[in-house]
């Protein structure tokens, strides 16, 4: 028996406890506590482990304002879906790129020796896999796997890099890859869990019209970093912000969200891979076609809503 019942008996709970911020509240943290007390007396050690980051997570998210009733708690939960999606399509392009290379007789780079070409691959596939996964997890609306799955696309690709001898990661993915797959994927464990994430159809408006532009582009042979990284294509922006639009709904949030997905877009351009003058035309035009799916998915939200709504058929 707990001496102290406003005290916690688990040392590890008292630590994700002090998370919280003072504006909580004696009261919700007392019921906080509780309520993860009654879990950790009948789970496993897996599961108390589980319990105890889950209670670590809301604290801290508390006290960073990122909680699901704040705005930009709000946002972070609107656009982790959708730069889920975008992380597993970069890494779906990128691991077909590798195979590619490495099954091409004329790529010089690696030794002939089959053995020296699958080593490279699967450092590729170690490192891009696990957000392939997370993207299908969300796809198929499996959000607690999706987490974990996000967790580790976030953790596999610096630690491949550590672990792994420099003559296996000469696939063609550099840091400027890598940061935009990871930051993307980071968004999804970051966002608060406990807003509804229902199955829907926008994140698929994401996925196949990107993945579609990444292979229109690889087929007429022009494969650069950023068009391969970005689907930056003519259909691809437009769905993507009409995606944004549609979850979002109101422009408020949709520009919010707008922003939670250009982060890592931004960061990769300007701090990655340092300030690229000869894209900006690029980035340019992808702003556009992003704007105009935006704003025409918000126009059809607008006018749907007022065709919902009831006649009015007061008697005179």
Same mark, same amino acid.
């Given at each position: 028996?707990?001496?102290?019942?406003?005290?916690?008996?688990?040392?590890?709970?008292?630590?994700?406890?002090?998370?919280?911020?003072?504006?909580?509240?004696?009261?919700?943290?007392?019921?906080?506590?509780?309520?993860?007390?009654?879990?950790?007396?009948?789970? #496993?050690?897996?599961?108390?482990?589980?319990?105890?980051?889950?209670?670590?997570?809301?604290?801290?998210?508390?006290?960073? #304002?990122?909680?699901?009733?704040?705005?930009?708690?709000?946002?972070?939960?609107?656009? =982790?879906?959708?730069?889920?999606?975008?992380?597993?399509?970069?890494? %779906?392009?990128?691991?077909?790129?590798?195979?590619?290379?490495?099954?091409?007789?004329?790529?010089?780079?690696?030794?002939?020796?089959?053995?020296?070409?699958?080593?490279?691959?699967?450092?590729?596939?170690?490192?891009?896999?696990?957000?392939?996964?997370?993207? #299908?997890?969300?796809?198929?609306?499996?959000?607690?796997?999706?987490?974990?799955?996000?967790?580790?696309?976030?953790?596999?690709?610096?630690?491949?890099?550590?672990?792994?001898?420099?003559?296996?990661?000469?696939?063609g993915l550099n840091r400027s890859d890598l940061a935009l797959?990871?930051?993307?994927?980071?968004?999804?464990?970051? =966002?608060?869990?406990?807003?509804?994430?229902?199955?829907?159809?926008?994140?698929?408006?994401?996925?196949?019209? %990107?993945?579609?532009?990444?292979?229109?582009?690889?087929?007429?042979?022009?494969?650069?970093?950023?068009?391969s990284l970005s689907g930056f294509d003519i259909v691809a922006?437009?769905?993507?912000?009409?995606?944004? =639009?549609?979850?979002?709904?109101?422009?408020g949030r949709t520009a919010a969200a707008t922003a939670v997905?250009?982060?890592?877009?931004?960061?990769?351009?300007?701090?990655?891979? #340092?300030?690229?003058?000869?894209?900006?035309?690029?980035?340019?035009?992808?702003?556009?076609?992003?704007?105009?799916?935006?704003?025409?998915?918000?126009?059809?939200?607008?006018?749907?809503?007022?065709?919902?709504?009831?006649?009015?058929?007061?008697?005179?």
């Amino acid at each position: 028996m707990n001496p102290d019942p406003h005290r916690p008996a688990s040392p590890l709970l008292r630590w994700a406890l002090a998370l919280y911020p003072a504006s909580y509240g004696t009261t919700a943290l007392a019921e906080v506590a509780d309520h993860a007390e009654r879990h950790l007396a009948h789970a #496993g050690r897996l599961g108390r482990l589980r319990e105890v980051a889950d209670v670590a997570g809301h604290g801290a998210r508390a006290r960073l #304002g990122l909680a699901s009733h704040r705005p930009l708690g709000r946002a972070l939960a609107t656009a =982790a879906p959708l730069a889920a999606v975008l992380a597993g399509a970069y890494a %779906v392009t990128h691991l077909w790129w590798a195979f590619m290379m490495v099954t091409d007789p004329d790529f010089d780079i690696l030794a002939d020796d089959g053995a020296q070409r699958v080593g490279p691959f699967l450092a590729a596939a170690a490192t891009l896999v696990p957000a392939m996964l997370m993207a #299908g997890a969300v796809l198929s609306g499996r959000w607690p796997a999706a987490r974990a799955l996000a967790l580790a696309a976030v953790v596999a690709p610096p630690l491949v890099h550590v672990l792994a001898r420099p003559e296996l990661l000469s696939c063609g993915l550099n840091r400027s890859d890598l940061a935009l797959i990871v930051l993307n994927a980071l968004i999804l464990p970051i =966002a608060p869990p406990d807003r509804p994430q229902l199955r829907s159809a926008w994140p698929w408006l994401v996925a196949v019209p %990107v993945l579609a532009a990444d292979v229109a582009i690889t087929l007429r042979g022009g494969i650069t970093e950023w068009n391969s990284l970005s689907g930056f294509d003519i259909v691809a922006p437009v769905a993507v912000g009409a995606a944004v =639009a549609c979850t979002a709904r109101t422009v408020g949030r949709t520009a919010a969200a707008t922003a939670v997905l250009a982060v890592p877009l931004l960061f990769t351009a300007t701090v990655v891979h #340092g300030p690229l003058p000869s894209e900006l035309p690029l980035l340019e035009r992808v702003t556009v076609l992003y704007a105009v799916g935006c704003l025409t998915a918000l126009a059809a939200v607008r006018i749907a809503a007022r065709r919902s709504r009831p006649a009015d058929l007061t008697l005179l």
